[in-house]
């Protein structure tokens, strides 16, 4: 009788003790997910808003069109601010773990200026091929679809402005 009683507890304290371990380990990480949503999606409106602000300012015969503009940077940035939360999360799960000793590598790359870099130099190739996708949309036979020369040379320093503030 007290050997049947035993096996019950065993088992028992045991799924206790990992349900226990696991709430804590999901209360800890869905924070941290939490916290990495906010700031991929902050990340990615700043990205979004900045890329409007950077077409605005070209002169109006080499400006991309803003209803196309605006729908290709959302689209881009949608897919942008995907992967950031994934490499995000990815880099909070490896960042316990260090690669020589006292150096966290991955602590050190999940900075929130390293992955807007990274955002914005993601960014340029695929607005590019969203703006070539969504050129039957354009109003007007006259507008500017594809990217513009100055376009990228003012994307391009953003990228490095960023890459800068970001190293």
Request: aromatic share 16%.
């Amino acid at each position: 009788m007290k050997n049947t009683k035993r096996q019950f507890w065993i088992p028992l304290t045991i799924i206790l003790n990992i349900t226990f371990f696991g709430s804590l380990l999901v209360i800890i990480y869905v924070f941290q997910l939490g916290m990495s949503l906010i700031e991929a999606l902050i990340a990615a409106i700043v990205l979004y808003l900045s890329a409007g602000i950077l077409n605005n300012n070209l002169r109006e015969e080499v400006r991309i069109s803003k209803r196309v503009n605006r729908f290709s940077s959302g689209v881009s940035t949608f897919i942008i601010f995907g992967i950031i939360l994934i490499i995000r999360l990815l880099f909070e799960a490896l960042g316990n773990f260090y690669i020589f000793e006292d150096f966290y590598l991955f602590r050190f790359l999940n900075t929130d200026a390293f992955l807007f870099a990274t955002m914005v130099t993601i960014f340029l190739p695929l607005h590019a091929i969203f703006l070539k996708r969504f050129a039957k949309y354009k109003l007007q036979d006259d507008e500017n679809i594809v990217q513009s020369e100055q376009f990228r040379r003012v994307y391009i320093k953003f990228i490095i402005l960023a890459w800068i503030v970001g190293a």
